[in-house]
């Protein structure tokens, strides 16, 4: 192996780290693969007949403002909020999202492809089309059988969140009242089955105690698909230091969340403080108007007008919690979770959709990051993670 002396090498990074900052990100946006773990947008296909290849004034993502975003592959979510449906209701609604899914990406195949594993991701980005995966929200959705998530994995499904906003039969959710005291043993058994057939296990929205069962327990490395730093906005969704230091020792990745009130807390306590108005407010309006094909426009309506209340949040603090994660356990441990389209518009003013990822490109360059831990923190990381949960499932799809 040809092996280059240290001086020279030394001489190579300097050189790369002397470019002028602007040319640098430029370069880098050439080819990075930007890979977001969490994007929330299927249920608006089905709600509304949301079009990806239109572009929108409003939502997060689309098919322009990804190109303009550079947004190489996107695991979006599929959900159905146990709080939201009644239980007979979760998995029907889980299945037509993820039909839905299906059938956008189908319908937009000049610029996007279904990818079913890592191969197909660097596959598809290298002919310039944009990768989409899919994630289910909620131990609660796949009605406890294990041949249904096996299903749900043949579907396209690429990791599970353990549990949504209530505690279920696996896991004790953060935002519910703690019934296991972390995993259940069903929940140590769903575990292995993920292992098994290589679907991650994912821990954003559990209990602190059920991320350090979950992680004990899995063979393969976990995700926090969507969660936000607790050392710098001390709130109930984020994650404490100690679990992000067990995440990164078994080989995992915190991907960062967007929302405005988890990156500030000042802003989550106004955000907080307003919840049960808005929802409220949208579920009278919604009850009222329920065939009134405005309905849509008037919830962002409403969604909008709370989130002036919330006090801005500038993109910088979301550069810090990648920052964080960074110095604190390694550039190997941290990626994007944007949650966009699952965080009612409550973007951070400079990141408000997929066409702004450019911008933490060049935060991260202007921060003194390297090309390479610029490349894993954008996507390298996750799809390393995927990998890993690929290549440990004994059972091949
Ligand atoms: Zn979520």
Redesign the pocket.
Known sequence: MLRLPAALLLLCSSAVLAQPPADRAERLLRDILIFDA?I?TPRYFVDEGYKLADHHGYYELDIPRMKLGKLGAVLF?I?AQPQDYPPHLWLPRALECLEALHREVAANSRDMEFAWNVADIERIHRSGKLAALASL?GGHLFADSFRILRLFHKLGIRYM?LA??RSNNFADSMTDELVHNGLSKSGRDLVAEMNRIGMIPDV??ISDKAVLDAVEASRSPVIA??SSVKAIAPIVRNVPDEVIRAIAKKGGVICI?FHAGYLEKSAYDVYIRNWPARDQEIKDMLALKSTDPSRWELVRGIQRRYFAQMPKVDYKVLLKHIDHVAKLVGPDHVGLGS?YD?ISGMTPVGMEDVSKYPVLVKGLVDMGYSNQDIRKIMGLNLLRVLRANEQAATEKP
């Open positions: 969490h929330d979510g959900y929200e969140t949504h906003f954003s929205h698909s969507h969340n949650d699952g």
